[in-house]
């Protein structure tokens, strides 16, 4: 008798199953509902509210889907001119900021030094009181305002509140900014933010612009960059200039590794002040490099020169650097279609000067909405205490932050998503934001709460006309009330909102140290967080898990070294280092990155705040290394200004990073062709300096073609019905067997097969797309330290879990780094995303004995929760490691592990399963979103469209690199990527026939440039040479 | 000595068939215990909505109140605005209309029972059941003859899936494959 492996588990559970079915749980479940059903909603369907996000300076367009009055998810809004539907991570996570459970649940005030919920009634007579004696006392003109800075009206409408009230107009601050630039911007193109257009541009360089992830609107750089580097004969080559290599950086063609500060130097070679010789000795960079970067420079034209560095003369730096663009305004500069987020935003040095007139004690009243300049300025700058010396102290924050410790009155402002407003993103065009939903809690818009304050001041109440922010931005909006609504639906519309004259003026050198003047050993470089901002992020889970693009690193604050430093100190990762300024001392963890010169200690800031919530004291704040002094010639901090004493502390902590290993050891995950290869499929390999090596032909049997060319012989087959592939016969169409494979089946499931391309030419590494898939399919947080299993009393704190390889990230991104073994700085980076393959013939299907994961007839590989008994042999035999197991119960409420505290938990996707303890789980190409699209078709009575949905990670990519569709149906886009020359399935050998193609990352070396740049000089024809 | 190594062998080794019987207990309760079967579950409501007299006296379409279930995977609760569309007049003396009403007057939800309910691990989208021709009452039984409505079939799998592949009279096909409705 042969017992079949389904069987073999019904015989053994007969005997249960009597004593467990008809058992219910006894619980009474209530269905509670509406009192009048609110217009156009149908329970169970979403609806999407054009809005903008607010989770930096940029104000990129969203669409805000919610369902049953709850925001689900924010996604880009296609309409939007500088987002197109592309949306970062930051922006992804305002949900988090939304339902975060430690906002503030209502008005508060602080009484013996706590702070005490009160109701807004009484708050806001409070805050009226004291108004009121101000001004009597005659001392409102010393009040201060500083607000978190935004464009749009809002700015213009609180300094006519504040100046009828005898109250100077507020300080727009911005602490994520990059303020250098934008003051350099204002002085060199007379706007704030130029758009810069990559495809014009047949070489960038930047000097520490991180351009693609956290400099800037990164979102619409992204987007162009990418489009840019898509069309490969003409693409940019990217040049990077800096002490540290970040995520553009390691996008870079190749990288200069410049001391900290010294950039300005290269930059005046450039500009042809001073010899090759002396630019070398200046910045640390050996002059051939230099000669040839001087060489390039001149022969690819049009060029563009960005400056992002953070350094005492970062002003200058960005000055130079915008006089090399003096020729290229108009072209691969644009002025005309400027971004103008950051008009009106103030320099720092405002603020500061702000904050000595409050240690002064001259300062009777001070309003914080949004801002948070107690941390923005690190411990050193001494502002909690001059705050402090401040006799009333008011703000509008929603959540708690080192400022709001020290406040007296808290109005807790409504979240982005619950606010009327409006933006101005771009020249010409007036982002509108509308409240998707109800307030979470007791908070009201900070706007509404000034108007109020207007109408119980005798001298402004009959100039408030306006019950609320909603009628007053009508009444200014062109077309009324008529207009706004028709224009709601879009998020965007024609005009121009006249910003505040910010402050241009203001600009003021300050003095600082020159960093080598300092004492220590190396230079430290702190930098902000790509995802955490200077801390903003610090109290969302998703941007804490999600690890760093460059360090891979998540939940710690780590101090990144290069390998030659690592060998002097006598360090390998994880040992900890004590780094030591004139601020203070930190004992941190090491990384070994080889991205970061010799002679620098990188750290990023962004973690380990006291005051910000639970999840955001997760590692250490490495703004406390800064000096008192350490600015900028523009006002804003210097991220770069001091050395540090750096050593080795004894001890060691375990690195909190997904990271298995940097080098790919010749297994071709992520592979890579050069530009000027291209286009010759039939031609031999052509080389690729580092690439991933061929086959493992040791024993002769497997060597599929891996460099240059794609091996294409499984990519057909993706064209074909699932059974056809590997999984055996196709059944009879009539039958219920197995028929339904058939793709003469009557469900026509068979039929389509669903399929994803990813071109690594065009991915940057950002990782929205994990944030993305994390929103989209509930997947759980682990690294929270309440999280941790009580069993292993070693491994505590943030991350223990994601130290034991417990993340659930669905789909990752894998950073490979080609050459630089000894640590040469001229390595190359891949980035590749990895999620489940949805193999055609998966190995993880035969494993399992309960047939929890199957093959559909559709192509996917379904992982069915409710069937997983957890055993864990699919993830066992996954050669691409995508399977995610529930060790604990971080979906189940009642568990200690859970990942969802109260109100976070409201996010949660109705259309997905939330995943118990014990149960597999992996990328399941967004399921819901098929059967989703197919509902709407056939309740339509039509076929599915090509391309009429896609997948979460697909939808959020700002570079674009991810499309889905059916690969057997040639109107689908997908189909006509597969058929790329760069096509290639990731462990081809392994005949899993995969259904997600990758489309190798382009390479532009630089003979390739050169050479183009040879015929281009002599008219020989743009085209790139052949190889040979 | 010898024997009793032996013995202590033997007793770990029966250890592991006992190991495996735990597994597939643990197997098959973490398999059933999510299942529906409260077939004939009635309990009592804290309104008594009369079905058959708005079903069969007034003839009203289950759509009037159920009005997502034929556009959207929820069917949704009516809201009390529909239900007070009518009683603010109709039967405003009766006494379980009165309790609607007091509902109404202090702004509080019903708060219904919930009498079918499948686990969180099934999507059942109601208005492909509808647009397939599938009648309220394969599913729901015959709502317009309860005065108190209550559970009539298992919702089981088993019991889904005997419609899905063509077994249930009179016969409806649809997909069956395990990511149509657990995902």
Not at chain 1, 79 to 93: D, Y
Not at chain 1, 195 to 222: E, H, N
Request: charged share 20%.
């Amino acid at each position: 008798m042969t017992v079949k492996r389904r069987e073999f588990l019904k015989v053994l559970g007969v005997g249960t199953a009597t004593a467990t079915i008809g058992c219910g749980t006894g619980e009474v479940e209530r269905l509670i509902p509406y009192l009048v059903s609110p217009d156009e909603t149908v329970p169970g369907v979403s609806n999407y509210y054009a809005t903008t996000c607010r989770e930096c300076s940029a104000a990129c367009g969203v669409l805000a889907e919610t369902r049953d009055g709850r925001v689900l998810k924010v996604e880009g809004n296609p309409q939007h001119p500088l987002s197109r539907g592309a949306i970062c991570a930051r922006g992804q996570a305002a949900v988090q900021g939304l339902y975060n459970p430690d906002r503030f649940r209502g008005p508060m005030v602080r009484r013996n030094g706590t702070l005490e919920r009160v109701a807004w009634e009484q708050a806001l007579q409070l805050l009226a009181q004291k108004l009121g004696e101000t001004r009597a006392g005659g001392r409102a003109a010393s009040a201060v305002f500083i607000n978190q800075h935004e464009s749009g009206s809002f700015p213009g409408f609180l300094d006519a509140w504040l100046n009828a009230l005898g109250m100077p107009s507020h300080i727009s601050f911005d602490a994520q900014s990059d303020f250098a630039a934008i003051a350099a911007n204002r002085q060199a193109y007379g706007v704030s933010w130029p758009r810069y257009d990559f495809s014009a541009a047949r070489m960038v360089i930047s000097f520490g612009a991180d351009f693609l992830d956290s400099w800037g609107p990164s979102v619409s750089q992204q987007l162009a960059w990418a489009d840019a580097r898509a069309d490969v004969a003409n693409a940019p080559r990217l040049i990077y200039v800096g002490p540290r290599r970040s995520l553009t950086g390691l996008n870079a063609d190749e990288w200069i590794p410049c001391m900290p500060g010294k950039e300005i130097f290269i930059v005046r070679m450039l500009a042809g002040g001073i010899p090759v010789a002396a630019a070398a000795a200046a910045s640390g960079v050996p002059a051939e490099q230099l000669a040839s970067l001087q060489r390039d420079f001149t022969a690819l034209r049009p060029n563009l020169a960005l400056a992002g560095g953070s350094g005492p003369g970062a002003m200058q730096l960005a000055l130079a650097v915008n006089a090399l663009n003096a020729g290229s305004v108009g072209s691969t500069v644009n002025v005309a279609e400027a971004v103008t987020a950051y008009d009106g935003m103030d320099s720092p040095a405002v603020i500061r000067a702000a904050v000595e007139r409050m240690r002064a004690g001259t300062v009777p009243l001070l309003f914080v909405r949004g801002a948070n300049p107690v941390h923005a300025f690190g411990k050193a700058a001494r502002v909690a205490e001059a705050i402090a010396k401040v006799p009333f102290k008011v703000s509008f924050s929603s959540v708690p932050d080192e400022t709001t410790e020290l406040c007296d009155l808290i109005l807790p402002d409504n979240h982005s998503l619950e606010s009327w407003g409006d933006a101005a993103p771009v020249r010409g065009t007036i982002g509108l934001q509308q409240p998707a939903m109800e307030p979470v809690f007791d908070t009201r818009a900070t706007a509404d709460v000034l108007l109020e304050l207007s109408r119980r001041t005798p001298s402004t109440a009959a100039r408030t006309p306006e019950p609320g922010y909603r009628n007053w931005l009508i009444s200014r909006f062109p077309g009324g009330a008529r207009a706004l609504t028709e224009a709601l639906p879009s998020g965007v519309t024609a005009g121009t909102i006249e910003a505040g004259a910010g402050s241009t003026t203001a600009v003021t050198a300050v003095a600082s140290p020159a960093i080598e003047s300092t004492r220590g050993d190396m230079y430290l470089m702190l930098y902000q967080h790509p995802l955490l901002g200077d801390g903003r992020g610090a109290n969302k889970p998703w941007l804490q898990e999600m690890p760093d693009p460059v360090t891979k690193i998540c939940w710690q604050t780590v101090a990144e070294i290069h390998p030659r430093a690592a060998e002097r100190l006598g360090v390998e990762n994880g040992d900890l280092l004590t780094v030591q300024t004139a601020a203070g001392s930190l004992t941190l963890p090491a990384l070994v990155y080889l991205g970061v010169r010799d002679d620098t200690v990188a750290i990023a800031i962004g973690r380990g705040r006291e005051h910000a919530g639970r999840y955001a004291r997760a590692g250490i704040n490495a703004l406390d290394l800064l000096p008192a002094g350490a600015t900028d010639s523009s006002g804003a901090l210097a991220y770069v200004s001091t050395k540090a004493q750096v050593s080795k502390a004894g001890g060691y902590h375990e690195l909190v990073t997904t990271e298995g290993s940097a080098r790919q050891h010749g297994r071709g995950i992520a592979r890579a062709v050069a530009a000027g290869s291209l286009g010759q499929a039939h031609a031999p390999a052509a080389a690729d300096a580092h690439g991933a090596e061929a086959g493992h032909g040791e024993d002769g049997h497997v060597v599929p073609e891996m460099e240059g060319m794609a091996s294409r012989e499984f990519l057909p087959g993706l064209r074909a019905p699932v059974a056809n592939d590997a999984q055996g016969d196709l059944g009879d169409p009539n039958s219920n067997a197995k028929g339904m494979y058939h793709p003469d089946h009557w469900s026509g499931m068979a039929k389509r097969r669903w399929a994803m391309t990813i071109d690594l030419a065009r991915c940057t590494g950002c990782s929205a797309c994990v944030t993305a898939c994390y929103a989209e399919n509930n997947i759980p947080t682990v690294g929270a330290d309440w999280q941790n299993a009580k069993v292993f009393p070693d491994r505590t704190g943030f991350g223990a879990n994601i130290v034991r390889s417990r993340e659930m990230a669905w789909i990752r991104l894998e950073r490979y780094f080609e050459g630089g073994e000894n640590g040469e700085s001229d390595f190359e980076t891949r980035f590749i995303p990895m999620l489940c393959q949805h193999c055609g013939n998966a190995p993880c299907e035969p494993v399992c004995p309960v047939y929890a994961t199957y093959h559909a007839p559709d192509g996917l590989n379904v992982q069915v929760y409710n069937r997983c008994v957890g055993t864990r042999y699919c993830s066992n035999n996954c050669p691409y490691k995508v399977r995610y197991f529930n060790w604990f119960g971080y979906g189940e409420p009642a568990r200690p592990h859970y990942a969802f505290p109260e109100p976070l938990n409201w996010q949660l996707n109705p259309d997905v399963t939330v995943r118990g303890k014990g149960v597999m789980e992996k990328c399941t190409f967004c399921v819901q979103r098929i059967r989703e699209a197919e509902h709407r078709a056939s309740a339509e009575k039509r076929p599915l469209q090509a391309d009429e949905f896609t997948v979460a990670c697909a939808q959020a990519c700002p570079s674009r690199a991810i499309t889905f569709g059916d690969a057997a149906d040639s109107s689908w886009a997908v189909t006509k990527l597969i058929d790329d020359e760069r096509a290639y399935h990731v462990f081809e050998e392994l005949n899993t026939y995969t259904a997600v193609v990758y489309l190798k990352k382009v390479n532009h070396p630089r003979e390739a440039a050169a050479t183009a740049a040879a015929g281009a000089t002599t008219g020989a024809g743009a085209a790139p040479q052949a190889a040979h | 000595m010898h024997s009793r190594l032996l013995m202590k062998l033997r007793r770990q080794w029966a250890a592991v068939p006992a190991f495996f019987a735990l597994a597939a207990l643990a197997a098959s309760v973490s398999a059933y215990s999510g299942a529906s079967s409260r077939a004939g579950n009635s309990p009592v409501q804290p309104v008594r909505f009369p079905h058959p007299i708005h079903v069969q006296t007034l003839k009203m379409n289950c759509l009037y109140c159920h009005f997502a279930a034929n556009k959207s995977p929820d069917p949704g609760m009516p809201a009390m605005s529909t239900c007070m569309g009518c009683h603010t007049v109709a039967g405003a003396a009766k006494p379980e209309i009165q309790k609607l009403a007091g509902y109404w007057t202090r702004q509080q939800p019903v708060p219904w029972i919930r009498i079918h309910k499948l686990p969180e691990y099934v999507k059942f989208p109601h208005m492909r059941h509808v647009g397939a021709g599938v009648s309220c009452q394969t599913c729901h039984g015959n709502v317009q003859n309860m005065a108190q409505v209550s559970q009539s079939q298992t919702l089981g799998m088993g019991w889904c899936v005997s419609c899905h592949t063509g077994q249930s009279n009179p016969p409806f096909r649809a997909r069956y494959d395990c990511s149509t409705c657990h995902h």
